[in-house]
């Protein structure tokens, strides 16, 4: 299914989105230019992560993590974990991380 929407950034309070480990690496460096994008203008997004093993999010956290402190202009930021676990009745594992600023705490 595939739905598109538009929203106003500034009418969101806390920003959320979402990645699949069986997106690839390249949905990773795009959601990581977009947090970096939009943690210029809020205090904290929301990220959860998900696969189809238990490491998926983990890994996709780590990479992301990595991602991000490549940039020479991304604030010292802080991840803070949130519910995770496994689907019932499903294969999906999932992670959810609150990123904000260092300097927003």
Same mark, same amino acid.
Request: hydrophobic letters at 40%; charged letters at 25%.
């Given at each position: 299914m595939r739905l598109e929407y538009g929203f106003e950034l500034q009418k969101v309070?806390?920003?959320c989105f979402s990645v699949e480990a069986i997106e690839g690496i390249g949905k990773l460096?795009? @959601?990581a230019t977009l947090v970096l994008n939009v943690l210029a203008s809020k205090d904290r997004i929301e990220v959860v992560f998900h696969?189809?093993?238990?490491d998926d999010p983990e890994h996709k956290l780590?990479?992301?993590k990595e991602i991000i402190?490549?940039?020479?202009y991304a604030p010292? @930021?802080?991840y803070e974990r949130?519910?995770?676990g496994h689907i019932t009745g499903s294969s999906s594992h999932y992670v959810?991380?609150?990123v904000k600023s260092a300097d927003a705490a």
């Amino acid at each position: 299914m595939r739905l598109e929407y538009g929203f106003e950034l500034q009418k969101v309070e806390v920003p959320c989105f979402s990645v699949e480990a069986i997106e690839g690496i390249g949905k990773l460096f795009t @959601l990581a230019t977009l947090v970096l994008n939009v943690l210029a203008s809020k205090d904290r997004i929301e990220v959860v992560f998900h696969g189809l093993n238990p490491d998926d999010p983990e890994h996709k956290l780590d990479a992301f993590k990595e991602i991000i402190r490549g940039s020479r202009y991304a604030p010292e @930021l802080e991840y803070e974990r949130g519910a995770g676990g496994h689907i019932t009745g499903s294969s999906s594992h999932y992670v959810w991380v609150t990123v904000k600023s260092a300097d927003a705490a």
